[in-house]
C-alpha cells in the first residue's frame, strides 16, 4: 500500500522567502546596532583641545604677530602676518569642535574673544594689545584644559 502525503499549503518558494527575510532583517539591525554604538560622545575632548587652542594662540603671540610683523598699522613680514590670520582660523575651527560641551555664559565669552582676536589681527593692531586678549583667551580656555587631562 502506497502512502500519500498530503500536498503542503504553501508554495515551495515560501522557505526561501522566509530565510530571505531573516538575513535581511537581521543586517538592518545589525547595521543600527553598529550605528548607534559608533555615537561620538556629547562631550568631546574638552581638555586636548582646549590645550591645542591655547598653544595655537601662544604661537600667535609669540611667534607670528609681533613687533616683526606689523608696526604702525603696517605689515613688515607679510608670510607671518598671513600665518596669524589662518592660526585664528584653525583657533575659530578647534574652538567650533567643542563649542557645545561648554556651559553658555563661558561659551559666549570665548566666543567674544576669538572674534576680538580676529578684529584685533584683521586691523593691524599692536602686538601687545594682541598679546592681552591672547592672555585673556588663554585664561578662560585653562579651565577647559583640565577636562580630559585625568
Known amino acids: 500500500m502506497a502512502v500519500v502525503r498530503p500536498r503542503s499549503r504553501r508554495p515551495g518558494w515560501f522557505p526561501a522567502v522566509a530565510a530571505s527575510a531573516v538575513i535581511v532583517v537581521s543586517a538592518i539591525v545589525g547595521i543600527v546596532v553598529l550605528t548607534l554604538r559608533d555615537v561620538p560622545d556629547a562631550a ?12 595655537e594662540v601662544d604661537v600667535i603671540a609669540v611667534s607670528l604677530y609681533t613687533d616683526t610683523t606689523v608696526r604702525q598699522e603696517t605689515i613688515i613680514a607679510p608670510e607671518e602676518y598671513a600665518a596669524a590670520r589662518e592660526a585664528v582660523q584653525r583657533v575659530r575651527h578647534q574652538w567650533q569642535s567643542i563649542r557645545d560641551a561648554v556651559e553658555p555664559t563661558k561659551r559666549d565669552r ?16 599692536t602686538p601687545s594689545s ?3 586678549i591672547v592672555d585673556e583667551l588663554e585664561n578662560e580656555l585653562g579651565s577647559l584644559a583640565s577636562f580630559g587631562s585625568r
Open 130 to 132: 594682541v598679546r592681552e
Open 44 to 55: 568631546p575632548a574638552l581638555g586636548p583641545t582646549a590645550q591645542r587652542i591655547i598653544a
Open 110 to 125: 570665548i566666543d567674544e574673544l576669538i572674534e576680538r582676536l580676529d578684529t584685533a589681527i584683521a586691523n593691524r593692531a
